[in-house]
């Protein structure tokens, strides 16, 4: 804490002052930065429509490429594979178990 002379303080003990919690606040941040980069939140998984919609923009891309799509088909298959649920129709009696 800064001492008080006579009631009264020359500007220049005020800037530095100033200055110094500005410093201290910016050195309180850092710290709390550096924290916070080890404790990263993984993001959510990409939802099925996204990653259907990616889907299409792979094939447009290696299409208009005349690349081989032989590779793009077989994960087309696994992820149509792993949905396969989705795509059955329900009997009306499903919803009243």
Known sequence: MPTV???KRKVEEILDDIL???ND???????GEDEGAQQQV??????RKDVL?????LYAYFKNKNADL???DALADQLFDMN?????QKKITDYFK
Do not use: R, Y
């Open 5 to 7: 002379n006579s009631g």
């Open 20 to 22: 110094q919690q500005i």
């Open 25 to 31: 606040v910016d050195e309180e941040e850092e710290e």
């Open 42 to 47: 993984m993001p959510a998984p990409p939802s």
């Open 53 to 57: 919609a990616a889907l299409s923009v």
């Open 70 to 72: 032989s590779n793009l």
């Open 84 to 88: 396969a649920d989705h795509f059955v």
